[in-house]
C-alpha cells in the first residue's frame, strides 16, 4: 500500500497550530492503511501524539501518548508471555523470559511500527521531524506500544491479541533461528544456566603435535562432569567442538528424562582454560 501523507505540526492552521482537519483524515488514513477501526478515536489520537506536538500546540486539547505507551508495554509483556507459555509447554522459565526480551525489546517494537509505516502518521513537531524523530527506533517503539495500549482500552485483550499474533509469530521464527547461528558455548551456557543455574567451563586435557599444526582436546564440564569432548587446531575451536557435543548429549538426556538435578550450592566454579 502507498504510504499515506504525513502530518507535522503546522502554523499554517491559524492561532492553533494543527488543523483538526487535518488529524481527522490522518485517523482515517492510518484506519485505512492498518485495517484497525477504533470505537473511540480520540483513544487513537493519543497514542499517535508525541510530546513534541504539544509543545509546539500547547492548546491541543489531548494528552500525548506516554501515559497509553505505559499501558501498553505491559499488555504486550502479558501477551507475549501468554504466547510462548502455551506455545512451549515443556520450556523452563529461563528461556521464555530470554524469547520474551528478544519479542518486546526496543528493536523488535520498532521493527514492527515501521511494518504499518506508523512513524508516518505521527502528530510531531517540526523541529523533532526534521531531526528525523518519524524514523528513530525509540519513537516508533513508544508509538507502538501506546497504540497496543490505547486497542486494549478500545477493544480489549482478544482485540489486541489478533493485531499482534501476525507480528509474533514470525518474528519468534526468527528469534530462535537467531539462537540457532549463536556459537555453540554461548548456547551451552544459556542452556546450562536455565537447566542448572551452573556456568559450564572448559578443561583442556591434551596437547599434540609441532607448535605449528598443535591439535587440542577440550572437555565440556558442568558441576564436575564431562558432558562433551572435541579436537579442534586451537582451544577456541576445541572448546566449540566440546560445547556441540555436549549440547547433543544433553539433548539426548532430557529426552530420556536422564538429567541430573543439580543443587546451587554445589556448584562447581572452575576456570575457562579454552582461551587461545
Not at 510531531?124 to 524514523?135: L, P, Q
Not at 562433551?228 to 582451544?235: A, D, P, V, W
Amino acid at each position: 500500500m502507498k504510504m499515506m501523507a504525513q502530518i507535522s505540526l503546522s502554523r499554517r492552521s491559524g492561532r492553533k497550530g494543527y488543523s483538526l482537519l487535518r488529524i481527522t483524515e490522518t485517523i482515517e488514513r492510518f484506519e485505512a492503511h492498518t485495517g484497525l477501526r477504533f470505537n473511540d478515536k480520540t483513544l487513537l489520537q493519543r497514542a499517535l501524539t508525541h510530546r513534541s506536538f504539544l509543545n509546539e500546540s500547547p492548546d491541543f486539547p489531548l494528552a500525548d501518548n506516554e501515559r497509553l505507551e505505559f499501558l501498553g508495554d505491559a499488555v504486550l509483556d502479558f501477551l507475549v508471555a501468554e504466547f510462548l507459555y502455551h506455545r512451549f509447554p515443556e520450556q523452563r522459565e529461563g528461556p521464555l523470559t530470554n524469547m520474551r526480551a528478544a519479542l518486546v525489546r526496543r528493536d523488535t517494537l520498532a521493527r514492527f511500527a515501521r511494518q504499518i509505516s506508523l512513524g508516518q502518521f505521527l502528530f510531531m513537531g517540526r523541529g523533532e521531524e526534521e531531526t528525523g524523530g518519524r524514523n528513530r527506533p525509540g519513537t516508533l517503539c513508544a508509538a507502538f506500544e501506546a497504540l497496543i495500549g490505547a486497542l486494549y482500552l478500545d477493544q480489549g485483550l482478544e482485540a489486541v491479541k489478533a493485531f499482534i499474533y501476525p507480528f509474533i509469530e514470525p518474528e519468534l521464527d526468527h528469534v530462535l533461528q537467531e539462537a540457532l547461528n549463536k556459537d555453540a558455548k554461548s548456547r551451552l551456557q544459556e542452556w546450562s544456566q536455565a537447566h542448572f543455574q551452573i556456568t559450564p567451563y572448559y578443561r583442556t586435557v591434551s596437547e599434540r603435535g609441532p607448535d605449528h599444526a598443535k591439535e587440542f582436546t577440550v572437555q565440556a564440564v558442568i558441576d564436575g562432569v564431562v558432558y562433551g569432548e572435541g579436537e579442534g587446531r586451537s582451544k577456541q575451536l576445541a572448546a566449540q567442538a566440546a560445547a556441540q557435543a555436549a549440547l547433543e548429549n544433553l539433548a539426548r538426556l532430557q529426552a530420556e528424562g536422564k538429567l541430573p538435578i543439580i543443587r546451587e550450592e554445589e556448584e562447581t566454579e572452575e576456570g575457562d582454560d579454552s582461551s587461545p
